[in-house]
């Protein structure tokens, strides 16, 4: 069945690395989805009927943090000892926050621009650029075993996802 | 989630929201950003001959704990000496607005962007 001890990459067959075979992921997915169907649990006692909503949890969990870019990232540093997903207070370059602040008014502005759908798809271009960059950024420093420089590229994916959730509520509103 | 009284207000009725000029060498600027929840902050101050802060403005992007954080700060430290205002401890903020514990580090963050806005001013009369 399913080992909970194996890492998410382990669990899929995939090697751990950044780069993740999506069609892989996908149909392997799919495979240990049948196996966990809880029809076949139907007959079984409680506990193996519990034990086969845990596991279903485990797989949907390694499923959505191997598929997004950001999550995998994560998780990678989180299997090196590295967790950035609940740090609170880390400087980060006055350079970075200043541009995230910008992008940010340049959301603000968007609402107000004559074509505010033109306005908010630019601005998501360029966003999707940073995010492409920081990116690349972290797997090279990944790849280099520079975990301290991979965290910092995973701190700016923090701040850019942020970003690009809060244009996609913008552009919810303007449809609505 | 409910947020007390005193952060709905200031989250509604931001006080000092805005930006100045950080070319002016009286003004110094903090900006500070909180990575796991993605918020960025800019707290300025513009402070007079005397070393003491005549003005604040503040900029937040994030939660309604962490616009009230810096909305309550730029409130406090009008009139402060650049001592005093160092002396501001985020535990003071998280009290005043009766922040719940999974967003004490709203009142951190203010707390780090007005040292860090004191430290900008600071280098800038070197």
Redesign the interface.
């Known amino acids: 069945m399913i080992d909970i001890k194996q890492n998410f990459f382990e669990l899929f067959a995939l090697p751990v690395a950044y780069q993740v075979d999506q069609q892989q992921l996908a149909g392997r997915y799919r495979e240990l989805q049948k196996v966990l169907h809880p029809d076949r649990f139907s007959h079984l006692s409680e506990r193996e009927r519990r034990l086969s909503v845990q596991y279903t949890a485990y797989l949907n969990e390694a499923q959505a943090t191997l598929k997004s870019p950001l999550k995998r990232a994560q998780y990678l540093l989180k299997l090196q000892g590295v967790d950035t997903t609940s740090e609170t207070s880390v400087t980060m370059e006055p350079a970075f926050l200043m541009r995230q602040m910008e992008l940010r008014e340049e959301l603000d502005a968007a609402a107000r621009a004559a074509d505010p759908e033109a306005a908010l798809e630019a601005l998501q271009q360029e966003v999707a650029d940073e995010l492409r960059q920081q990116r690349q950024q972290f797997e090279a420093r990944y790849q280099a075993d520079d975990f301290d420089a991979a965290a910092g590229a995973v701190r700016k994916m923090q701040f850019l996802e942020k970003l690009v959730l809060e244009i996609e509520a913008q552009e919810d509103q303007l449809l609505d | 989630m409910a947020y007390s009284e005193k952060v709905i207000d200031h989250y509604e009725n931001p006080r000092n929201v805005g930006k100045m000029d950080d070319g002016d060498a009286s003004v110094g600027t903090g ?8 918020d ?1 902050m ?1 707290l300025q101050i513009k402070v007079n001959g005397e070393g003491v802060i005549e003005d604040a403005k503040f ?1 937040t ?1 994030g939660c309604g704990s962490a616009i009230a954080s810096s909305s309550l700060v730029t409130e406090w430290v009008k009139g402060m000496t650049l001592d005093q205002a160092a002396e501001l401890k985020n535990t003071a903020i998280a009290e005043e607005l009766a922040l719940p514990p999974v967003k004490i ?1 709203c009142s ?2 203010a707390e ?1 962007a007005i040292k860090a806005a004191i430290t900008d001013y600071k280098q800038k009369q070197k």
């Open positions: 900006m500070v950003g909180a990575p796991a929840c993605g960025v800019r900029k992007y580090h951190v963050l780090d």
